[in-house]
């Protein structure tokens, strides 16, 4: 079983920085992209940020410039490096990943695992 365990987020100021954590666990035999989702309040989950095994990213326009993603391969870890955080940047933030897992018999399955999120609240 693959779970992926976020940690980092809180209550910050406008202006603000924080660092998102997600480290996935268990039996997992690669790991193709890994990437943050985030979710307010009645509104739909949107794409943050995304890495590719091999390094490439990309960022939602309204992140863009603010927020770094990167990722250590030896440890199955994915950050979110937050800088100048606003208050619509308030919002539950979700951690995911395209991974193979091993099954039994040494068998693999492609999965899209999420973590159970980490909420961000940018206020004064």
């Known amino acids: 079983q693959v779970q992926l365990v976020e940690s980092g987020g809180g209550l910050v100021q406008p202006g603000g920085s924080l660092r998102l954590s997600c480290a996935a666990s268990g039996s997992i035999f690669s790991i193709n992209a890994m990437g943050w989702y985030r979710q307010a309040p009645g509104k739909q989950r949107e794409l943050v940020a995304v890495i590719t095994s091999g390094g490439s990213t990309n960022y939602a326009d309204s992140v863009k410039g603010r927020f770094t993603i990167s990722r250590d391969n030896a440890k199955n870890t994915v950050y979110l490096q937050m800088n100048s955080l606003k208050p619509e940047d308030t919002a539950v933030y979700y951690c995911?990943?395209?991974?193979?897992?091993?099954?039994?018999?040494?068998?693999?399955?492609?999965?899209?695992?999420w973590g159970q999120g980490t909420l961000v609240t940018v206020s004064s």
């Open positions: 995911n990943a395209g991974l193979y897992a091993i099954v039994e018999d040494s068998g693999y399955r492609w999965l899209e695992v």
